[in-house]
């Protein structure tokens, strides 16, 4: 294995962590505001599935990011029931 290789494989394994360390912090403080919406991780990619009052959990997810997620979370687009939010650190 070429030193390169495996510089590049330490890097992914060390932003993967990043983003689950990341994803665990937000889905602990989600679950403490929202009862009944559900979220989960894909790669880089926080997606929420709003349930009972979508523009009322919209507004506490988006003061929740705003307050302490501003430099780690990005809104992306997303649909209607749906929120997603991109990992950037």
Known sequence: MKKSELKQIIR????KTL?????DSFKE?????IKFAGASLDNNIITIYL???PNKEKNI????????????LKK?????DVMKFKIIK
């Open 76 to 80: 992306i687009a997303s649909e209607a």
């Open 19 to 23: 983003n689950e360390n990341t994803y």
């Open 29 to 33: 403080d989600f679950d403490d505001k």
């Open 51 to 53: 349930d009972n009052e």
């Open 61 to 72: 997810i988006n003061t929740l990011v705003r307050t302490k997620y501003a430099d780690s």
């Open 12 to 15: 992914e394994e060390i932003q």
